[in-house]
Protein backbone atom coordinates (compact mmCIF):
# COMPACT_ATOMS: atom_id res chain seq x y z
CA UNK A 1 0.00 0.00 0.00
CA UNK A 2 1.30 3.50 -0.98
CA UNK A 3 2.49 5.38 2.24
CA UNK A 4 1.57 8.83 0.67
CA UNK A 5 0.01 12.11 1.73
CA UNK A 6 -0.38 15.94 2.68
CA UNK A 7 1.79 16.78 5.64
CA UNK A 8 -1.19 18.68 6.92
CA UNK A 9 -2.52 15.69 7.72
CA UNK A 10 0.35 13.86 8.61
CA UNK A 11 4.00 16.02 10.08
CA UNK A 12 7.49 14.53 8.54
CA UNK A 13 7.86 13.34 12.85
CA UNK A 14 4.98 10.91 12.09
CA UNK A 15 6.56 9.71 8.77
CA UNK A 16 10.01 9.92 10.02
CA UNK A 17 8.71 7.58 13.26
CA UNK A 18 6.84 5.31 11.12
CA UNK A 19 9.86 4.97 9.04
CA UNK A 20 12.27 4.40 12.16
CA UNK A 21 10.02 2.07 13.71
CA UNK A 22 9.30 -0.03 10.63
CA UNK A 23 12.92 -0.24 10.28
CA UNK A 24 11.81 0.89 6.15
CA UNK A 25 14.60 1.12 3.27
CA UNK A 26 13.26 3.75 0.02
CA UNK A 27 13.07 7.01 -0.40
CA UNK A 28 10.72 9.62 0.96
CA UNK A 29 9.49 12.02 -1.38
CA UNK A 30 8.07 15.86 -0.58
CA UNK A 31 6.73 17.73 -2.81
CA UNK A 32 6.12 21.67 -1.43
CA UNK A 33 5.39 24.72 -3.48
CA UNK A 34 6.82 22.81 -7.03
CA UNK A 35 9.83 22.14 -5.21
CA UNK A 36 10.55 18.05 -4.73
CA UNK A 37 13.20 16.92 -2.33
CA UNK A 38 14.05 13.22 -1.54
CA UNK A 39 15.55 11.89 1.71
CA UNK A 40 17.11 8.03 1.32
CA UNK A 41 16.35 5.85 4.53
CA UNK A 42 17.84 2.05 4.92
CA UNK A 43 16.41 0.14 7.74
CA UNK A 44 15.19 2.56 9.57
CA UNK A 45 18.32 5.02 9.08
CA UNK A 46 19.30 7.93 7.25
CA UNK A 47 21.50 7.61 4.52
CA UNK A 48 21.15 10.42 1.96
CA UNK A 49 19.14 13.37 1.41
CA UNK A 50 19.25 16.20 -1.81
CA UNK A 51 16.99 18.98 -1.04
CA UNK A 52 15.15 20.41 -4.15
CA UNK A 53 17.80 20.71 -6.79
CA UNK A 54 20.44 22.25 -4.50
CA UNK A 55 24.04 20.49 -5.07
CA UNK A 56 24.12 18.12 -3.23
CA UNK A 57 27.88 16.08 -4.12
CA UNK A 58 30.48 16.20 -2.19
CA UNK A 59 32.37 18.84 -3.47
CA UNK A 60 29.20 21.08 -2.83
CA UNK A 61 28.88 20.37 0.49
CA UNK A 62 32.73 20.59 1.43
CA UNK A 63 32.45 24.03 -0.12
CA UNK A 64 29.15 24.94 1.79
CA UNK A 65 30.51 23.70 5.32
CA UNK A 66 33.90 25.89 4.12
CA UNK A 67 36.11 22.52 4.32
CA UNK A 68 37.31 23.44 0.87
CA UNK A 69 37.82 26.85 -0.60
CA UNK A 70 36.40 28.29 -3.61
CA UNK A 71 39.15 27.74 -5.49
CA UNK A 72 39.66 24.22 -4.65
CA UNK A 73 35.89 23.69 -5.57
CA UNK A 74 36.19 24.47 -8.84
CA UNK A 75 39.62 23.16 -9.12
CA UNK A 76 38.56 19.76 -7.85
CA UNK A 77 35.38 20.26 -10.59
CA UNK A 78 37.50 20.63 -13.38
CA UNK A 79 40.31 18.44 -12.95
CA UNK A 80 38.56 15.45 -11.48
CA UNK A 81 35.54 15.65 -13.89
CA UNK A 82 32.79 13.24 -13.35
CA UNK A 83 34.27 11.17 -10.44
CA UNK A 84 31.72 10.47 -7.85
CA UNK A 85 31.58 11.07 -3.91
CA UNK A 86 33.07 7.91 -3.15
CA UNK A 87 36.26 8.06 -5.05
CA UNK A 88 37.00 11.91 -4.48
CA UNK A 89 36.03 11.21 -0.87
CA UNK A 90 38.88 8.54 -1.06
CA UNK A 91 41.54 10.85 -2.95
CA UNK A 92 41.02 13.54 -0.16
CA UNK A 93 41.67 11.12 2.64
CA UNK A 94 44.81 9.28 0.98
CA UNK A 95 46.11 12.84 0.20
CA UNK A 96 45.71 13.47 3.94
CA UNK A 97 43.81 16.85 3.06
CA UNK A 98 40.38 15.59 4.55
CA UNK A 99 39.97 12.75 7.46
CA UNK A 100 37.41 10.09 6.52
CA UNK A 101 35.54 11.44 10.03
CA UNK A 102 35.31 14.96 9.10
CA UNK A 103 33.65 14.16 5.36
CA UNK A 104 31.41 12.11 7.16
CA UNK A 105 30.11 14.93 9.58
CA UNK A 106 29.90 16.95 7.04
CA UNK A 107 27.83 14.73 4.74
CA UNK A 108 25.96 13.83 8.10
CA UNK A 109 25.39 17.72 9.35
CA UNK A 110 24.14 18.41 5.53
CA UNK A 111 21.68 15.57 5.31
CA UNK A 112 19.82 16.40 8.87
CA UNK A 113 19.59 20.21 7.68
CA UNK A 114 17.75 18.91 4.69
CA UNK A 115 15.68 16.78 7.10
CA UNK A 116 15.52 19.82 9.77
CA UNK A 117 14.09 21.75 6.41
CA UNK A 118 10.42 20.09 6.69
CA UNK A 119 10.52 19.35 10.55
CA UNK A 120 7.38 22.59 10.98
CA UNK A 121 6.27 21.79 7.41
CA UNK A 122 2.28 21.60 7.14
CA UNK A 123 2.16 22.29 3.44
CA UNK A 124 2.88 20.04 0.61
CA UNK A 125 2.23 15.95 0.06
CA UNK A 126 4.72 13.07 0.70
CA UNK A 127 5.42 9.75 -0.97
CA UNK A 128 7.14 6.63 0.33
CA UNK A 129 8.71 4.54 -2.46
CA UNK A 130 10.46 1.62 -1.19
CA UNK A 131 12.12 0.61 -4.39
CA UNK A 132 13.87 4.21 -4.45
CA UNK A 133 17.73 3.70 -3.57
CA UNK A 134 20.03 6.09 -3.04
CA UNK A 135 21.94 7.68 -6.06
CA UNK A 136 25.32 4.80 -6.24
CA UNK A 137 27.87 7.78 -6.99
CA UNK A 138 26.95 9.36 -3.18
CA UNK A 139 28.56 8.27 -0.34
CA UNK A 140 26.01 6.94 2.13
CA UNK A 141 25.80 7.25 6.18
CA UNK A 142 23.77 5.24 8.47
CA UNK A 143 21.76 7.96 10.99
CA UNK A 144 19.67 6.86 14.20
CA UNK A 145 17.00 9.13 13.36
CA UNK A 146 15.46 9.03 16.90
CA UNK A 147 17.06 12.80 17.89
CA UNK A 148 15.97 14.45 15.01
CA UNK A 149 12.79 13.10 15.79
CA UNK A 150 12.58 14.42 19.34
CA UNK A 151 14.51 17.60 18.34
CA UNK A 152 11.41 18.00 15.60
CA UNK A 153 8.46 17.20 18.24
CA UNK A 154 9.85 20.23 20.22
CA UNK A 155 9.88 22.30 16.87
CA UNK A 156 6.98 21.30 15.67
CA UNK A 157 5.45 22.53 19.90
CA UNK A 158 6.84 25.63 19.47
CA UNK A 159 5.89 25.94 15.51
CA UNK A 160 2.08 25.87 17.10
CA UNK A 161 2.17 28.01 19.45
CA UNK A 162 4.49 30.53 17.31
CA UNK A 163 1.60 30.61 15.18
CA UNK A 164 -0.65 30.85 17.39
CA UNK A 165 0.74 34.51 18.30
CA UNK A 166 1.59 35.14 14.83
CA UNK A 167 -1.16 33.46 12.61
CA UNK A 168 -0.05 35.19 9.46
CA UNK A 169 2.73 35.82 7.74
CA UNK A 170 1.31 38.42 5.33
CA UNK A 171 1.25 41.12 8.32
CA UNK A 172 3.90 43.60 9.02
CA UNK A 173 5.27 45.61 12.25
CA UNK A 174 6.02 48.80 13.30
CA UNK A 175 7.98 50.73 16.05
CA UNK A 176 5.45 51.16 19.05
CA UNK A 177 6.00 54.93 19.67
CA UNK A 178 6.13 56.63 23.71
CA UNK A 179 7.52 52.64 24.92
CA UNK A 180 10.21 54.40 26.61
CA UNK A 181 12.68 51.66 25.08
CA UNK A 182 15.93 52.65 23.81
CA UNK A 183 16.28 50.20 20.97
CA UNK A 184 19.75 50.70 20.80
CA UNK A 185 20.74 49.31 24.48
CA UNK A 186 18.38 46.23 23.73
CA UNK A 187 20.87 43.26 23.73
CA UNK A 188 19.33 41.46 20.78
CA UNK A 189 20.94 38.54 18.72
CA UNK A 190 22.62 38.88 15.72
CA UNK A 191 19.33 37.31 13.92
CA UNK A 192 17.22 39.55 15.93
CA UNK A 193 18.84 42.48 15.00
CA UNK A 194 18.54 41.77 11.01
CA UNK A 195 15.30 41.66 11.70
CA UNK A 196 14.94 45.20 13.56
CA UNK A 197 16.52 46.41 10.41
CA UNK A 198 13.67 45.42 8.10
CA UNK A 199 10.79 46.53 10.33
CA UNK A 200 8.36 48.87 8.99
CA UNK A 201 4.74 48.70 7.67
CA UNK A 202 6.11 48.06 4.19
CA UNK A 203 8.02 45.22 5.19
CA UNK A 204 5.84 42.31 5.48
CA UNK A 205 6.64 39.40 7.78
CA UNK A 206 7.08 37.07 4.59
CA UNK A 207 9.41 39.36 2.97
CA UNK A 208 11.53 40.16 5.80
CA UNK A 209 12.31 36.31 6.15
CA UNK A 210 13.24 36.09 2.82
CA UNK A 211 15.35 38.67 2.72
CA UNK A 212 16.91 37.06 5.46
CA UNK A 213 17.00 33.65 4.47
CA UNK A 214 14.93 32.69 7.51
CA UNK A 215 12.33 30.29 7.68
CA UNK A 216 8.60 30.48 8.89
CA UNK A 217 9.99 29.51 12.65
CA UNK A 218 12.72 31.58 12.81
CA UNK A 219 10.86 34.78 11.83
CA UNK A 220 8.05 33.73 14.42
CA UNK A 221 10.24 33.63 17.21
CA UNK A 222 12.12 36.43 16.08
CA UNK A 223 8.65 38.62 15.90
CA UNK A 224 7.51 37.39 19.34
CA UNK A 225 10.23 38.35 21.33
CA UNK A 226 10.25 41.70 19.80
CA UNK A 227 6.44 41.96 20.03
CA UNK A 228 6.36 40.39 24.28
CA UNK A 229 9.40 42.75 24.66
CA UNK A 230 7.03 45.87 23.61
CA UNK A 231 9.50 47.42 21.14
CA UNK A 232 6.79 46.61 18.11
CA UNK A 233 3.41 46.32 17.46
CA UNK A 234 1.89 44.53 14.35
CA UNK A 235 -0.05 46.03 11.81
CA UNK A 236 -0.96 45.48 8.27
CA UNK A 237 1.72 45.55 5.58
CA UNK A 238 1.58 48.73 3.61
CA UNK A 239 0.68 46.48 0.57
CA UNK A 240 -2.05 45.32 1.71
CA UNK A 241 -5.29 46.45 0.65
CA UNK A 242 -6.93 49.20 2.54
CA UNK A 243 -10.66 49.33 3.79
CA UNK A 244 -13.36 49.59 1.11
CA UNK A 245 -16.71 49.87 2.66
CA UNK A 246 -17.79 49.36 -0.96
CA UNK A 247 -17.29 45.35 -0.59
CA UNK A 248 -19.23 45.74 2.42
CA UNK A 249 -21.84 48.29 1.27
CA UNK A 250 -21.74 47.22 -2.90
CA UNK A 251 -23.12 49.49 -5.65
CA UNK A 252 -23.41 52.73 -3.56
CA UNK A 253 -21.52 55.93 -3.31
CA UNK A 254 -19.54 57.60 -1.09
CA UNK A 255 -22.04 59.24 0.34
CA UNK A 256 -25.08 56.90 0.67
CA UNK A 257 -22.56 54.67 2.49
CA UNK A 258 -22.03 57.27 4.60
CA UNK A 259 -25.67 57.48 5.16
CA UNK A 260 -26.19 54.01 5.95
CA UNK A 261 -23.75 53.75 8.67
CA UNK A 262 -25.36 56.98 10.24
CA UNK A 263 -28.72 55.15 10.20
CA UNK A 264 -27.25 52.07 11.91
CA UNK A 265 -25.70 54.06 14.52
CA UNK A 266 -29.75 55.81 15.10
CA UNK A 267 -30.88 52.88 15.07
CA UNK A 268 -29.19 50.92 17.32
CA UNK A 269 -29.16 54.10 19.61
CA UNK A 270 -33.14 53.89 19.90
CA UNK A 271 -32.91 49.88 20.23
CA UNK B 1 -32.95 45.83 0.48
CA UNK B 2 -29.71 46.68 1.58
CA UNK B 3 -28.22 44.26 3.72
CA UNK B 4 -25.07 44.48 5.58
CA UNK B 5 -22.80 42.76 8.14
CA UNK B 6 -20.93 42.43 11.22
CA UNK B 7 -19.09 39.60 12.67
CA UNK B 8 -19.15 38.83 16.35
CA UNK B 9 -15.77 36.49 17.09
CA UNK B 10 -13.51 35.01 20.04
CA UNK B 11 -12.52 32.25 22.02
CA UNK B 12 -14.67 29.22 22.74
CA UNK B 13 -16.96 30.42 25.48
CA UNK B 14 -16.36 34.30 25.62
CA UNK B 15 -20.42 34.78 25.08
CA UNK B 16 -20.96 35.66 21.48
CA UNK B 17 -24.15 34.00 21.03
CA UNK B 18 -25.50 35.45 24.23
CA UNK B 19 -23.84 39.07 22.68
CA UNK B 20 -26.11 38.60 19.64
CA UNK B 21 -28.85 37.38 21.28
CA UNK B 22 -29.18 40.69 23.38
CA UNK B 23 -29.75 42.97 20.22
CA UNK B 24 -31.08 40.40 17.42
CA UNK B 25 -35.20 41.32 17.22
CA UNK B 26 -34.92 37.56 15.72
CA UNK B 27 -34.03 34.79 17.64
CA UNK B 28 -31.39 33.90 17.23
CA UNK B 29 -30.92 31.36 14.31
CA UNK B 30 -28.13 29.37 15.83
CA UNK B 31 -26.81 25.63 15.11
CA UNK B 32 -25.66 24.37 18.75
CA UNK B 33 -24.90 20.56 19.64
CA UNK B 34 -24.39 18.99 22.68
CA UNK B 35 -20.27 19.66 23.91
CA UNK B 36 -18.75 15.90 23.64
CA UNK B 37 -15.16 16.82 24.73
CA UNK B 38 -14.71 16.63 28.17
CA UNK B 39 -12.27 19.58 28.62
CA UNK B 40 -14.83 22.26 27.03
CA UNK B 41 -18.28 21.16 29.42
CA UNK B 42 -18.00 24.43 30.81
CA UNK B 43 -21.39 24.64 28.91
CA UNK B 44 -23.81 22.29 27.51
CA UNK B 45 -23.60 23.21 23.61
CA UNK B 46 -21.50 25.12 21.58
CA UNK B 47 -22.06 26.45 17.98
CA UNK B 48 -21.00 24.76 15.63
CA UNK B 49 -21.14 26.36 12.52
CA UNK B 50 -22.86 30.14 13.17
CA UNK B 51 -25.07 32.43 15.40
CA UNK B 52 -27.05 34.64 13.30
CA UNK B 53 -29.09 37.53 14.31
CA UNK B 54 -30.59 40.03 12.61
CA UNK B 55 -31.96 44.28 13.03
CA UNK B 56 -34.20 45.73 10.76
CA UNK B 57 -33.03 49.34 10.59
CA UNK B 58 -35.45 50.63 8.00
CA UNK B 59 -37.66 49.75 5.11
CA UNK B 60 -34.27 49.45 3.06
CA UNK B 61 -31.64 48.33 5.53
CA UNK B 62 -31.02 45.41 7.70
CA UNK B 63 -28.38 44.33 9.92
CA UNK B 64 -27.26 40.73 10.02
CA UNK B 65 -24.55 40.06 12.96
CA UNK B 66 -23.11 36.61 12.35
CA UNK B 67 -21.33 35.11 15.13
CA UNK B 68 -18.47 32.36 14.46
CA UNK B 69 -17.99 28.99 16.57
CA UNK B 70 -15.61 29.31 18.79
CA UNK B 71 -13.77 25.89 18.96
CA UNK B 72 -10.91 25.50 16.65
CA UNK B 73 -12.10 22.82 14.82
CA UNK B 74 -14.59 25.10 13.24
CA UNK B 75 -11.97 27.98 12.44
CA UNK B 76 -12.43 26.71 8.92
CA UNK B 77 -15.47 28.60 8.77
CA UNK B 78 -14.12 32.49 9.91
CA UNK B 79 -12.92 33.40 6.18
CA UNK B 80 -16.37 32.29 4.99
CA UNK B 81 -18.13 34.22 7.60
CA UNK B 82 -15.66 37.16 7.24
CA UNK B 83 -16.23 38.10 3.53
CA UNK B 84 -18.35 41.23 3.21
CA UNK B 85 -18.27 42.19 6.95
CA UNK B 86 -18.58 45.73 7.79
CA UNK B 87 -16.72 45.12 10.85
CA UNK B 88 -15.66 42.94 13.33
CA UNK B 89 -16.08 42.75 17.17
CA UNK B 90 -13.76 40.30 18.86
CA UNK B 91 -15.16 38.58 22.31
CA UNK B 92 -12.95 37.98 25.18
CA UNK B 93 -14.09 36.12 28.45
CA UNK B 94 -12.44 38.73 30.81
CA UNK B 95 -12.50 36.03 34.21
CA UNK B 96 -10.17 33.38 31.78
CA UNK B 97 -6.65 34.38 31.47
CA UNK B 98 -6.26 31.10 29.54
CA UNK B 99 -8.43 32.38 26.44
CA UNK B 100 -6.35 35.11 26.16
CA UNK B 101 -3.58 33.73 23.75
CA UNK B 102 -6.56 32.47 21.82
CA UNK B 103 -8.24 35.22 21.65
CA UNK B 104 -4.99 36.92 20.47
CA UNK B 105 -4.86 34.28 17.97
CA UNK B 106 -8.97 34.95 16.47
CA UNK B 107 -7.37 38.68 16.53
CA UNK B 108 -4.80 38.42 14.36
CA UNK B 109 -6.28 36.14 12.23
CA UNK B 110 -9.31 38.34 11.17
CA UNK B 111 -6.53 41.39 11.17
CA UNK B 112 -4.57 39.43 7.90
CA UNK B 113 -8.71 38.25 6.52
CA UNK B 114 -9.92 41.90 6.05
CA UNK B 115 -8.73 45.70 6.32
CA UNK B 116 -11.88 45.87 8.24
CA UNK B 117 -12.12 48.16 11.22
CA UNK B 118 -12.70 46.04 15.19
CA UNK B 119 -13.45 46.54 18.24
CA UNK B 120 -12.56 44.47 21.34
CA UNK B 121 -15.38 43.68 23.83
CA UNK B 122 -13.99 42.48 27.37
CA UNK B 123 -16.83 40.36 28.46
CA UNK B 124 -18.02 39.39 31.82
CA UNK B 125 -17.33 42.35 33.19
CA UNK B 126 -20.04 42.27 35.84
CA UNK B 127 -17.74 39.43 37.34
CA UNK B 128 -15.54 39.68 40.33
CA UNK B 129 -12.63 38.20 38.96
CA UNK B 130 -12.97 39.95 35.75
CA UNK B 131 -9.29 41.55 34.71
CA UNK B 132 -9.64 45.03 34.96
CA UNK B 133 -9.46 46.77 31.16
CA UNK B 134 -6.35 48.13 31.66
CA UNK B 135 -4.58 44.90 32.29
CA UNK B 136 -6.64 43.43 29.23
CA UNK B 137 -5.19 45.82 26.77
CA UNK B 138 -1.64 44.68 27.93
CA UNK B 139 -2.65 40.91 28.53
CA UNK B 140 -4.19 40.98 25.01
CA UNK B 141 -1.24 43.05 23.27
CA UNK B 142 -3.80 45.95 22.11
CA UNK B 143 -1.92 49.08 20.98
CA UNK B 144 -4.24 52.35 22.19
CA UNK B 145 -5.46 53.40 19.04
CA UNK B 146 -7.85 49.83 19.69
CA UNK B 147 -11.00 50.33 21.05
CA UNK B 148 -11.58 48.09 23.99
CA UNK B 149 -14.87 48.15 25.46
CA UNK B 150 -16.39 46.63 28.90
CA UNK B 151 -19.13 44.40 28.11
CA UNK B 152 -21.79 42.50 29.59
CA UNK B 153 -22.97 40.00 27.00
CA UNK B 154 -26.63 39.54 28.17
CA UNK B 155 -26.79 43.47 29.16
CA UNK B 156 -28.16 44.86 25.88
CA UNK B 157 -27.02 48.53 26.82
CA UNK B 158 -23.19 47.41 26.47
CA UNK B 159 -24.15 45.21 23.34
CA UNK B 160 -25.39 48.65 21.80
CA UNK B 161 -22.37 50.62 22.64
CA UNK B 162 -20.14 48.19 21.48
CA UNK B 163 -21.74 47.75 18.17
CA UNK B 164 -22.19 51.90 17.73
CA UNK B 165 -18.53 52.20 18.45
CA UNK B 166 -17.62 49.75 15.55
CA UNK B 167 -19.65 51.61 13.42
CA UNK B 168 -18.30 54.93 14.63
CA UNK B 169 -14.71 53.39 13.85
CA UNK B 170 -16.22 52.53 10.40
CA UNK B 171 -17.24 56.07 9.70
CA UNK B 172 -14.02 57.37 10.64
CA UNK B 173 -11.67 55.52 8.21
CA UNK B 174 -14.05 56.42 5.42
CA UNK B 175 -13.27 60.41 6.30
Known sequence: ?271 | MQNVKIVVTGPFNAGKTQFIRSISEIDVVNTERKITSKSEQVKAQTTVAMDFGRITIDDELVLYIFGTPGQRRFDFMWEILSEGMLGFVVMVDSTRAETFRETRRILETFRAYAPTPYIVAANKQDLDNAWEIDDLRVALRLNDGVKLLPCIANDKETVKKILIELLYSILELMD
Open chain 1, 1 to 271: MALKGNLSDFPIIQILNLINLAKKSGGLLIQISGKGSIIHFQNGKLVCAQYADEDNNLVAILYRKKKISRKQSELIRKKAGKITDKQLGLMLVNSGYLSQVLILQCLKDYYLSVVRRYLTETKGTFEFISTLEPPPDRIPVRMGLENVIIEGTRQLHESEVLKDEIPSLEMAAKFKKQTGVDIQKLQLSVQEWKVVKFITPKNSFKQIAHANNMNDLEIRRVILTLLQAGVIEMVRSADAPKMDVSTAIPNTSKQEQRSIINRLINRLKTA
